[in-house]
C-alpha cells in the first residue's frame, strides 16, 4: 500500500532514505492488522498477556523505567522568531533543531519496521477537525494511536483530499534521555521526537499536535485549542448544559469527565465528550462550541477503583492497554489505590516489597476507547461539536483557591485562567507537589508565547456573541486541612458544585460578591448528607485576603516575565481585584 498523495509520498521516501528501516508498513486501522500487530508485541516482549479471564483483551506495556512521564524539559517550539515561542517555551533555532534531530534519526530504524500512520483529530467529518500522519518505528504507539485517534484508511482519504497535515516523525532511539529531544516546528507543521516511546511524547496526535501545533494553527485560524474534557450535564428535568474544564496533567479531568452522581443527586446524568483535549470556536450565531479530536483516553490508572469512579473501572476491564502497572499473582494489573488483589510484580517486574515505593508507577496509565466508556455521549461524533455553557478553570491548591467561584465576565475570566497555578504531579518528570503558575492549565502544551495566546483568549471573546458566551468559573478539589487531608470529598461528589454552576448559568441563584469573583452563598451549595461540619464549607468557600494579596503580586510577577507584549486588559483586570481585595 501507498498514497495517490504526491508530497506525503515524497515525505515517507525522505524519511525512510534518513532512518533506513527493513520495512514500511502503511497503518489502515483495521482490526486484523491490529491483531498482527499485538501478536508481534506478545513475541518481542513490548506487551504481557493479562489474565484474559478476568482481562480480556487486556495487556500490559513495560516502557524503559528512564521513560514513564513526559518530559518538559527536552520539548522545544522552534519557532523562526524566538519571542514567538515565549518565555513559556524551551526554544531552539529550526536550522539548528532540524540538524541537532536529523542527526539522531539517521539510520534511527535499522532492521526495523517503519510505520506510516494517518490519522485525523476530531471526527472524520467534522470542519474542524485536522489530520495528521505520524512515521513512527513503535508498534506500541501504532496500537495507541488506533484507540487515541480516527486512524487508518479513512483519515488517509480525508488527507489525500485536503493535502493538509502536520507531520509527525518519531523513533524510540536508544531510549537515552540524554538523546531524547520533542521538537516542534509549528510554521512547518511538523513536529520530530525521538528517544522516548512514552504517551506525550510519542502519541503525536495527542500533546503535540492536538495542543502544541494546533493552538498555533488555532491562533492563526481564530480558534481554541485547550487541555479540556468536554461533558454534558443533564439534570433530572432533562437540561443539558455542556462544560468544559481545563485542569492540569493529574488533576482530575478524567474523573470530572466521567463522574458518577451520589446516591442524594437522583436524576442527574452525566455524559463524556472528552477526558483531555477540545478544540473549540465560535460558530455563525456567535456560540461558542467544541469538539474533542481524540477517540480514547490515555488515563491516569493509580486511584481508580469502584468507589471513586465505577465507569472508569468498568471500562478498563477490558480491550485496554495498560503501561507500567503492577502485576498479581494470577496476572491481574494492580495500581495503589485498587481495593483488592496483592501486587506481587511491581511496574518494572521485579518482586514487590512493600515499603520500597509504590507497586504501580504513579504515572501508569490504561489506553482505551472513547466508546467503552458507559457514559460516552451520543453527541461526541457531531461534526459540529456542542455548545458551551460554562467554562471551568481549576488546579490543585493545598490552600488559597476557595472551592469554587465565578468570574465576573469574560476578560476577568481569562485573568483567572492565565494567573491558575497548581502543585506538579507524576505526569511530567520532575519534583511533585510544587506550586506553579499553569495558564490555562497549558504550561506544557501552548504551541506559541502565553502573551499572544491571552490577547487570544480576550479577543475571541469579543468576537462572540456577549448574550452567549459561556461563564467562566475555577475550582479546587484539593484543598486540605491542618493534618493534609482533602477538606472536600471530590470525585462524584464534585457533582454539587457543577449543579451550582448550572445554577449560576441558568440565573437561578444569586451570588457573592467578592474581591476575586462571585462565590456561592452558602444555603446554594448543596452538601446534604456528607460528612461534613458547617465549619469545613465555610473554610472552602472563604477568601483570606492577605494571602490573595501575595497571590496578586506572585500573578503580578509572573506576567512580568512576558513583558510588553503581555495584554494590557489582562494587566487591568488584576489592577481591579488588587484594588477591590485593598478595599476589603
Ligand atoms: P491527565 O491525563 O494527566 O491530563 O490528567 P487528568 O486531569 O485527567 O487527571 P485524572 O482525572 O486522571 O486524576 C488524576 C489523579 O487525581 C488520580 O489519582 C485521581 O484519583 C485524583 N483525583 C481526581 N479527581 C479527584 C477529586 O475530585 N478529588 C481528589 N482528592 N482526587 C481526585
Ligand atoms: C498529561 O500529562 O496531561 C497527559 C498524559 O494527558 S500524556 O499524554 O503523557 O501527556
Ligand atoms: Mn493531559
Known amino acids: 500500500m501507498t498514497t495517490s498523495n504526491a508530497s ?139 484507540l487515541m485517534t480516527r486512524m487508518g484508511d479513512a483519515a488517509l482519504t480525508r488527507i489525500e483530499r485536503e493535502d493538509k497535515y502536520v507531520k509527525g516523525l518519531h523513533s524510540i532511539g536508544d531510549l537515552d534521555p540524554d538523546r531524547r529531544f520533542i521538537m516542534h516546528f509549528p510554521e512547518e507543521l511538523t513536529i520530530k521526537s525521538v528517544g522516548s516511546g512514552y504517551g506525550g511524547n510519542a502519541l503525536l496526535g495527542k500533546k503535540c499536535h492536538a495542543l502544541r501545533i494546533a493552538s498555533w494553527q488555532a491562533r492563526e485560524e481564530g480558534w481554541l485549542a485547550e487541555h479540556m474534557l468536554l461533558m454534558g450535564l443533564q439534570s433530572p428535568e432533562g437540561r443539558t448544559h455542556y462544560v468544559a474544564a481545563a485542569f492540569p496533567s493529574a488533576c482530575g479531568k478524567t474523573n470530572l469527565a466521567m463522574l458518577v452522581p451520589p446516591a442524594s443527586m437522583p436524576g442527574w446524568k452525566i455524559w463524556t465528550l472528552g477526558d483531555d483535549i477540545s478544540w473549540l470556536h465560535v460558530d455563525e450565531q456567535g456560540q461558542l462550541r467544541a469538539i474533542n479530536p481524540e477517540s480514547g483516553y490515555f488515563g491516569v490508572v493509580p486511584g481508580t477503583n469502584r468507589k471513586t469512579n465505577c465507569n472508569a473501572y468498568d471500562m478498563i476491564q477490558r480491550d485496554t492497554i495498560f503501561t507500567n502497572v503492577a502485576l498479581t499473582a494470577d496476572n491481574q494489573p494492580w495500581w495503589e489505590g485498587l481495593e483488592n488483589g496483592t501486587p506481587v510484580l511491581d511496574w518494572q517486574g521485579k518482586p514487590y516489597t512493600p515499603g520500597n515505593g509504590p507497586a504501580a508507577h504513579p504515572n501508569s496509565r490504561f489506553t482505551v476507547s472513547a466508546k467503552q466508556n458507559p457514559i460516552y455521549s451520543t453527541l461526541a461524533d457531531a461534526p459540529e461539536g456542542v455548545p458551551i455553557s460554562a467554562i471551568l478553570f481549576g488546579g490543585r491548591r493545598r490552600e488559597v483557591a476557595p472551592l469554587v467561584y465565578e468570574a465576573r465576565d469574560w476578560a476577568h475570566g481569562v485573568l483567572v485562567g492565565a494567573g491558575m497555578a497548581s502543585e506538579t504531579t507524576a505526569a511530567a518528570v520532575g519534583q511533585m507537589g510544587v506550586v506553579r503558575r499553569d495558564s490555562m492549565a497549558m504550561k506544557p502544551f501552548a504551541g506559541y508565547n502565553f502573551a ?105 510577577k509572573y506576567l512580568d516575565e512576558y513583558g510588553s507584549r503581555v495584554p494590557s486588559q489582562l494587566r487591568e483586570e488584576l489592577k481591579g481585584v488588587a484594588k477591590r481585595l485593598e478595599a476589603a
Open 8 to 146: 506525503l509520498k515524497r515525505w515517507v521516501d525522505d524519511v525512510a532514505r534518513l532512518t533506513q528501516p527493513a520495512s514500511i508498513h502503511w497503518c489502515n486501522g483495521s482490526d486484523a492488522e491490529n491483531t498482527a500487530l499485538i501478536e508481534a508485541m506478545l513475541k518481542s516482549g513490548d506487551l504481557i498477556k493479562l489474565n484474559q479471564d478476568t482481562h480480556p483483551n487486556c495487556y500490559l506495556h513495560r516502557s524503559h523505567p528512564s521513560d514513564v512521564a513526559r518530559v518538559e524539559h527536552l520539548t522545544f517550539v522552534c519557532t523562526r522568531n524566538k519571542e514567538d515561542a515565549g518565555p513559556n517555551n524551551h526554544w531552539m533555532d529550526p536550522t539548528e533543531a532540524h540538524r541537532k534531530i536529523d542527526g539522531l534519526f539517521a539510520g534511527a530504524m535499522r532492521g526495523r519496521t517503519m510505520y506510516v500512520i494517518p490519522y485525523c483529530m476530531g471526527p472524520i467529518d467534522s470542519p474542524f477537525a485536522r489530520c495528521g500522519v505520524e512515521i513512527t518505528d513503535s508498534p506500541y504507539v501504532v496500537v495507541n494511536m488506533r
Open 452 to 556: 499572544d495566546y491571552w490577547s487570544h483568549w480576550l479577543k475571541l471573546g469579543s468576537g462572540a456573541n456577549a448574550s452567549k458566551l459561556p461563564k467562566i468559573f475555577h475550582v479546587n478539589w484539593f484543598r486540605q486541612d491542618r493534618n493534609g487531608r482533602f477538606m472536600w470529598p471530590g470525585f462524584g461528589e464534585n457533582l454539587r458544585v457543577l449543579r451550582w454552576i448550572t445554577d449560576r448559568c441558568e440565573g437561578k441563584v444569586p451570588a457573592i460578591e467578592t474581591p476575586i469573583g462571585l462565590l456561592p452563598r452558602k444555603q446554594d451549595l448543596d452538601i446534604s448528607g456528607l460528612d461534613m461540619d458547617p465549619s469545613t464549607l465555610e473554610t472552602l468557600l472563604s477568601i483570606d485576603a492577605g494571602a490573595w494579596r501575595q497571590e496578586v503580586d506572585a500573578i503580578s
